[in-house]
């Protein structure tokens, strides 16, 4: 019976995201992704629920409008890899002006490591070699997220 809820949760949620996903490509126009808390709204229902840390991107034209939503790497419960080079790719692929990186905390606590820090730091001159400007690095928790420009960590 538990098994059957939790699918039946997972595929409700799945169909909503399905529902968000078109809205956004249809409202794409006039829906920009300009502060912390439209960008995390959207990250909360991708990554909030994921048993593994998940790193993803949003890739954003100059208007800061989404271009893509991409995961680029997928870790365990407490860790996952950030490579540089796989982001500009991503970035250059889809031609876009700017990046908000995220990742999922599956512990639920959001408070970003040093790790985390690092890489953020990495990236965002990494990306600044090829004008692409990192706007934000979230971390997204169960019910919580901190953005890491905020915090002034980028």
Known sequence: MNYCRNHLDEQIVELALGV???RLRRLRPTTPFETPEAAATYLQLKLADREREIVAVLLLNNKHR?????ELFH???????LYP???VK???AANAAGVILAHNHPSGD??????DKDATDR???ALALIDVRLLDHLVIGHE???SMSRNGYL
Do not use: F, M, N
């Open 20 to 22: 968000l996903e078109r």
């Open 66 to 70: 989404l271009i893509e939503y991409r």
């Open 75 to 81: 870790g365990t419960v407490d860790g996952s890899s």
């Open 85 to 87: 080079r796989e982001v």
């Open 90 to 92: 991503a970035a250059l």
């Open 110 to 115: 959001p408070e970003p490591s040093q790790a």
């Open 123 to 125: 990236l965002k001159r």
């Open 144 to 146: 919580c997220w901190i």
